[in-house]
C-alpha cells in the first residue's frame, strides 16, 4: 500500500520535474492545462487529504530529528495561486514547523546589501519547513524584466554587463549547492498559469465585489510583460534546475490539481529526507525507568502504580483477543 503510494506519486510528478541540463522553453514543453489521465476531479479532495496528512506526519519527524531543513520556493505570475496553494496544502501541518516569508519589492535597507542578504535571513532552520512565497528567483525574474528594478541595486561598475544573468544563475547553484550540503533540501516550484487563464482570474477579480482587493492595477501592468517573463522563466528553469535543488513546473490552470501535484512533490521530497524520530540510546532508557519507579512510587493509596500502563496492556489483551477471534472464525 505504502509503496503503491510512493510509485503513484514518482509517476505523477516525474513529468513536472525539469531534467537538470535540458534546455526548457516553456510555452513548448509545459502545458499549464495538463492534467494526468490517472487523476480525477472527483478524487482530487481525498488525494489532497492523503498528501497533507503525510505531510503532517513527516512533519513532525522532520522537527523530532532536527537534523535536516527543507526549504519550498514558489514562482508564479500573478493569479496563479501561490496562497491558495500555500493555504491548502499546508493545512493541518504544525504551524510551529512551518514559516512562509513573501518577498516584496526590496526596501532601501535590503538594497544596501547583496541581493541574496534579504533571503538568507529568512531560511529554514534545522527541522522546519521554510517556504518562499516568491524568492530569490525574483532577481533573475522581474530584475530582468525591468531593467530598472536592476539600476536601484546599487551595483559596482562593471558588473551589470550582459553576461550578469549567466553569474547570477550560477552564485544561485552555488548558493543552494551549498545549504543542500549543509542539511537543507530545497524544492523549487514554479506554477505555470496560462495567459488566458490569468485574464479569467483578473476579471473575476474585477467582477466579485469581494475579491476586488486582490487586483491590484500593477497586476495588469505586469501582464503586459507575459512574453518577456516566459523568457525569463524559461531561461531561469534551464539553468537552475539542478540535482541538488530541481525545479517542478506545475500546471496552475486547474487549481485543484495544482494543489494535489504540490502535495505530492513535498511528500516525495520528504520522503527522500526520510526523517526518523531520534531513537533511545542505553543512557537515556536508565533515565526513563528512574523516572518510571519514582513517579510509580508517589502514587497515592488504592491507586495502581501506573494507570497508563494499565490501559496498554488492556489495549494489547484485547487486539490479541480479536485477532485470535478472527483466526478461529477463519
Ligand atoms: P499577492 O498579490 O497575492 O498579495 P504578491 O506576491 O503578488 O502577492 P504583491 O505585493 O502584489 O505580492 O507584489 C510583490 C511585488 O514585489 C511583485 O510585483 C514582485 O515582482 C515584486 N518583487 C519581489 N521581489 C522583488 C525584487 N527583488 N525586486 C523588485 N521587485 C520585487
Ligand atoms: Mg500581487
Redesign the pocket.
Known amino acids: 500500500m505504502v509503496q503503491d503510494r510512493a510509485k503513484l506519486v514518482a509517476e505523477l510528478i516525474e513529468p513536472l520535474r525539469v531534467k537538470p541540463g535540458t534546455k526548457v522553453t516553456l510555452g513548448k514543453d509545459f502545458d499549464p492545462g495538463y492534467k494526468a489521465r490517472f487523476v480525477h476531479k472527483k478524487d482530487g479532495t481525498e488525494l489532497l487529504q492523503a498528501g497533507v496528512s503525510l505531510l503532517c506526519e513527516y512533519q513532525d519527524k522532520l522537527a523530532a530529528q532536527d537534523t535536516w531543513g527543507m526549504l519550498v520556493c514558489l514562482q508564479a505570475l500573478?493569479a496563479a495561486g501561490?496562497?491558495g496553494t500555500i493555504r491548502h496544502v499546508m493545512s493541518g501541518v504544525n504551524p510551529q514547523g512551518v514559516h512562509v516569508s513573501?518577498?516584496?519589492?526590496?526596501s532601501s535597507e535590503e538594497l544596501d546589501h547583496d541581493?541574496l542578504w534579504r533571503y538568507a535571513q529568512r531560511l529554514p532552520a534545522r527541522g522546519d519547513i521554510g517556504i518562499f512565497?516568491?524568492s530569490h528567483y525574483?532577481?533573475v525574474?522581474?530584475?530582468r524584466v525591468?531593467p530598472d528594478?536592476l539600476d536601484r541595486q546599487k551595483l559596482p561598475p562593471g558588473t551589470k554587463g550582459k553576461d550578469i544573468w549567466a553569474r547570477r544563475y550560477r552564485e544561485i547553484n552555488d548558493w543552494e549547492r551549498f545549504l543542500a550540503e549543509n542539511g537543507f533540501k530545497i524544492v523549487k516550484l514554479f506554477l505555470n498559469l496560462s495567459k488566458e487563464e490569468q485574464r479569467i482570474r483578473f476579471l473575476k477579480r474585477v467582477d466579485l465585489p469581494d475579491k476586488n482587493w486582490?487586483l491590484?492595477p500593477?497586476?495588469a501592468k505586469?501582464r503586459a510583460f507575459w512574453d518577456d517573463y516566459q523568457v525569463a522563466f524559461s531561461e531561469m528553469l534551464t539553468h537552475t534546475s539542478t540535482e541538488w535543488a530541481p525545479w517542478y513546473v506545475i500546471p496552475a490552470d486547474r487549481k485543484w490539481f495544482a494543489r494535489i501535484c504540490v502535495s505530492a512533490i513535498l511528500a516525495h521530497t520528504l520522503a527522500d529526507i526520510d526523517p526518523q524520530y531520534p531513537t533511545v540510546d542505553a543512557a537515556k532508557l536508565k533515565d526513563l525507568t528512574d523516572v518510571k519507579a519514582l513517579l510509580e512510587g508517589e502514587a497515592p493509596a488504592g491507586a495502581s502504580p501506573d494507570p497508563f500502563e494499565d490501559e496498554l496492556v488492556a489495549q494489547a489483551s484485547e487486539t490479541q483477543t480479536r485477532t485470535d477471534n478472527k483466526r478461529h472464525h477463519s
Open positions: 500573478d501561490k496562497d513573501s518577498f516584496k519589492v526590496p541581493y512565497n516568491r525574483e532577481e525574474l522581474v530584475v525591468h528594478v486582490k491590484s500593477n497586476d505586469e
